[in-house]
């Protein structure tokens, strides 16, 4: 049985919802329809009433999902598009990231953004927003790549205590499979070394890491073993394992698909450039989407976001420094 | 309940000449934006459109009818969102420009950087819709205050939304906003039943979303949808009534969304009987029937303008498919109009 | 135009004595606040509060009316906003928590890390405000989903806005949810006339806010807001409403802020002839006149009830003003509360 | 005549009313009552029907502004507090800043933000918001901390054809004073030298710049001679002033009052970091506020946010590495 990256957000929702009567499922469409890419579907069957459609109405479900975990329930709220959270970017921002902090009690929501470009997808759906969250106080920002952390991490983000901005691509909804769900997983804030090099680091997440693993099966065969860092969380950053990474390597490469302005990629270099100055063989470098909205046209997509032949190009370039 | 119309006298008496040639004007757009969404839902199932398709069938009585009768050349705006072919192109979108759009043609008003419905051409009183539901309501408000400031004071700016998209903080405060500055702003709230999947029982608690109007002291007007004589009439009246000074304008229309939300959603989730209830009517044959009855045309004359109809699409359609994709290699990848101040690459050209 | 409650009889018909009691009651909240209010006023214009003072001043029956009639005890909600001292205190928060936040006292709710009327007990029913306007309406919504979802069927929520916070997003996306799910939500809109220097006429374009409730298909309410027995009586029904399964309640109180919007403002804006409408008069007076006329308390009884306020006043302030001030080295600097995941800096204690 | 930095950008204001009748100003209580901060007063009275009133409706005051825009005016849109563009969110990063490269029809709007904690101003009225709209495309982001430049890039800002956010610090509105509005001024997108330096550069923007002068006067006393770098504007940055001083310094400390994760230090370290690596003598320094709310209470946000002692002490830091 092939299990999709899809099949693994839907299973442990499921999953939640078995065992823990405060889970609950809130967006639009969500219910019958089981969602707009079909991540809660059989869901408002198996659990009546708890998978709830909402009206179009981002900052009151984000905004009732506060309440409700103020009160011990622990929403898991559905974006149909990550790019429509900006609607509820204030009960987010604001509302949930500070709540702990400022009363002592925890508001344990977790919201799904189907994030990312695809194909023709255009300005409005298909932004990478990791960047955003992760900049606020007071929010966990998860980003699997992988169909085995989809699943853990999306348990893990109903159960976390805080407010969690789960991250979920679209591109590797349907595509991406595993033979079986995981048993176990790395714990959230840990970084994986997706693949073990030693001249030169290229940390990625989400999506980003398959084209950054697909860079290196290529430069692997012009004798370049690229170390592939899959961050799995934007928000916490784990700094040692990159570190540990480019202390091996000597070089860094950060590749981000949101924008270029001071999103993850900057976090990381300028991370490794404090803490690992001395690590360093070559100056550390970045890859981004361009400075431009999120092009519809395939020709133009393709060209906005890094992709593997601009990876591996960057780590040729890196590697000559 | 009773609506404010109920007891007012229409603005326009048109005479029976007029009526018929509105009538089939109209029926003309709504005809044109069929035939045309219908190669686009072909095109999609053929594999040729990226990205999503989302068709208008059922609203283009009410989206030509408001459209229709805004006045491009007067500097009336028409901000239609995903149902509105009928009435963007009643309006004065050029159909080559609907099918650059879909196609990603570079010569298109988005140039491939945008795609299907998010479309427009600002400057020509056809601002270009974000997706995000509600947003457009205040940008229209702005666009009128501009005319304001500058002394037009004849225009008239439409919007349209779903019974969704009312639902949307933005809806609100842009709906407030026109009220307080007495805007002529004519909402257009196409009311079909669904929201994506979401059937208004989710969206809405009110009886009708026409009562709404009162709550911003405006007026309010719910119509059939389905019947392109009513929808003449009430936007007739509403566009008189803004263009007079008498603020925002808030018109209903019952219908129903005859397609799924996009092409790529079969809406198994839509009772069948919903087709059977008034709403759940198609406005194409209505109108077409209505013409035949009142021998408007003949039945002659509407075949060959089908036929014509489908001419043009195909020849907009074509022509959109032999324009250029955009090249990457010539993309200035900047999003700046101060060129100098942009940190992105600049065009090479 | 007319409101549903016009023609329906109260849901409480209370005897003559706890009428009495209640009036007597809430009047007690009144002077709380007001005195309390005044104390801080005092020790704002002596330098001795950092940040702003928001008063509720003129609005105290209309808040503690809300606020007392609601069930601490047994589940129910109250969310106040910057003008309810009186409907916070009269729900159950403790004088000192009120006394403490506007000291920033580290043994306050909110351990001065938010302060003045950013203060909570939300695991007691007390939701913490944040300052955007109408961000709580749906968050009171969701404290009323949890507690569905755990069965617990009696308990409604209070949350109060103003004019102004009516013409937020939030807020209409927050009533709208509330209707959709036919949630016990009490709204109370204290009506005073400005939002900061804003007048009403900048802020809405219907006749009374009240028009607002058939378009979300809720119950709406106009009433006197500065007098109590209305506010006691109307409130009194909208909670039994509420808790009964009737869905959300929309009370507007037509009164007038009888202070700046914070007391760094002198409000010149707000002309004199205003404290000569109906809506213009001081609710505390009002209320203490009514008792007197009622012989529900005696002159002598009344100051000694202003006395012991003004002592419990000053005893709770020196408290607070006794308690220590926040360490920033016994900080934790982090603002999870899955502490192995904070970037931040850690506890030290 | 002395003139603060707020009666600045009221005169830059009022001359930009005065010389293009395309300009209005919209925002809440901006008319009669002059503003919040009093940034518009007397204006209304100056300029009939140009100054306006608006609802409480962030999001329908910001889309109306792009609206009128479009169709050629110069709107300036006054936010009460940074904090609340988290309302007008939607507007300003998916509708402004995509509206000229999506349409070609550019969006001159200039959205002022009272930014930046002061005394008890508590989480709420204390964001400083420049990092979040820096990522994204389509928006220019000015800084100003001086007199000079609050008129000088007022008047630049409404001038511009692009949406800009005008982030005005607070603390420095009453505070800060020059003789004389100046008669020129430094183009938008140079940095300055605030303070020419040898030892450390230390680049900041607003508020920061003034901590950051007032530490280096300190460490110049112990015979360390600090070059401040104002940025002036977060986007675009002027990274060749800043790489031409780390050539002469060797050293970086980036400072900002924003939130640690992501913002304008990480973007300034990494751009150093991968185009002037070479030039760094010392692992470049980052100092920015604590990841937490903004704390209301003055003994802790004395703590949270940077200041001339904790500047003067990474700086001293920096020096010894
Ligand atoms: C703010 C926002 N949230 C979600 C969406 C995703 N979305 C696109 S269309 C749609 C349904 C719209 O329903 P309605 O307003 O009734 O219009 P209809 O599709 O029926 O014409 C949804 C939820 C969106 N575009 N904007
Ligand atoms: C979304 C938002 N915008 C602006 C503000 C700034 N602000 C605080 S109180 C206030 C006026 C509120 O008026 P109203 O709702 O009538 O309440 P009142 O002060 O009259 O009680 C404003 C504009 C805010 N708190 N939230
Ligand atoms: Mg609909
Ligand atoms: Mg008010």
Known sequence: MAITYLDA?????????????????????VAGFGGA???????????????????????AIVGSAIGAAIEGMRPIVEMQFADFSSIAFNQIVNQAATHFWRTGVSCPITIRLPSGGTEGSGPFHSQSLESIYAHYPGLIVMTPATVEDAYGMMLEAIRIDDPVIFCEHKLLYYHLKADALPKTILPVGKARIARAGRHATVVACSAMVHEALRAARE?????WEIEVVDLRSVKPIDTDTILASVARTGRLLAVGEGFPWGGMTSEIVSRVAAEGFHLLDAPPQRLNSKDTPIPYHPNLWRAHRPTWQSISAAARNLIRL | ????????????????ASQRERFVSAFGWMLLARTFEDKIA?????????????LGRGQEAFSAALGMQLNQAQGDIFSGLIRDQAGRMAFGELL???ARTYLGSVEGPMRGRDG??????????????????GAMVSVVNGMLIAKRFRGERDVVGGATIGDGGTSTGAFHEGLNQAAIEKLPLVIAVADNQFAYSTPTSQQYACADLADRAIGYGIRGYSI????????????????????????????VGKLLRLAGHGEHDDARYIPADMREKPYGADCVPMAQHRILEENWMSEDEIEEQVRITQDRVEEAVAKAQSEPDPNPFRESWHALATKHLAEGTIAMD
């Open chain 1, 9 to 29: 957000i839907r299973e442990a929702q499921a999953r939640a919802l078995e065992e823990d009567e405060s889970v609950y499922i809130y967006g639009q469409d």
């Open chain 1, 37 to 59: 890419f079909k991540a809660t579907k059989g869901l408002a069957e198996r659990f009546p009433g708890r998978v709830i459609d909402a009206p179009i109405s981002e900052d």
């Open chain 1, 219 to 223: 430069l692997a065969e012009e004798g």
């Open chain 2, 1 to 16: 309940m009773s609506h404010p119309t109920s007891n007012v006298a229409p603005l326009s008496a048109d005479s029976p």
């Open chain 2, 42 to 54: 072909a095109l999609y199932r053929a594999g040729k459109i990226v990205g999503g398709v989302y």
């Open chain 2, 96 to 98: 080559i420009d609907s």
């Open chain 2, 116 to 133: 299907n419905i998010h479309r427009g051409r600002p400057r020509q009183g056809m601002p270009a819709m974000i997706s995000h539901l």
């Open chain 2, 224 to 251: 059939d949808g389905t019947d392109l004589e009513t929808c003449l009439e009430t936007f007739s009246e509403a566009i008189a009534r803004a263009r007079s000074g008498e603020g925002p304008q808030l018109v």
